[in-house]
């Protein structure tokens, strides 16, 4: 089982900037990458930003230079630093995070999916 916890939403203003945290726990053996995603109601779920787990990231065109994937490997953790928000970042953001569990010493890949957290940003 992998448990997946995120934090760090809430309402902005529009060029204000907000920190979203994703942290993984559980039977994890290793972590290969996370994702964050985000959704307005209506519309498909996009993605985000992405990172490996050797670090390398990409970004949706929408978000280039505002926003900032990294992550913490001792402690599982995933964040998002968005800067310059605009009113059309407003959406439920969600993290994804995929690898290997291990489990009496059986090894298996697994893909969570956190609860959501909010992201306004209005005046």
């Known amino acids: 089982q992998v448990q997946l916890v995120e934090s760090g939403g809430g309402l902005v203003q529009p060029g204000g900037s907000l920190r979203l945290s994703c942290a993984a726990s559980?039977?994890?053996?290793?972590?290969?990458?996370m994702r964050w995603y985000r959704q307005v109601p209506g519309k498909q779920r996009e993605m985000v930003a992405g990172?490996?787990?050797?670090?390398?990231?990409n970004y949706a065109d929408s978000v280039k230079g505002r926003f900032t994937i990294s992550r913490d490997n001792a402690k599982n953790t995933v964040y998002l630093q968005m800067n310059s928000l605009k009113p059309e970042d407003t959406a439920a953001y969600f993290c994804?995070?995929?690898?290997?569990?291990?489990?009496?010493?059986?090894?298996?890949?697994?893909?969570?999916w956190g609860q959501g957290t909010q992201v306004t940003v209005s005046s």
């Open positions: 994804n995070v995929f690898g290997v569990v291990r489990r009496t010493g059986t090894f298996s890949s697994f893909n969570y």
């Open positions: 559980g039977s994890i053996f290793s972590i290969n990458g």
């Open positions: 990172i490996s787990n050797t670090g390398s990231t």
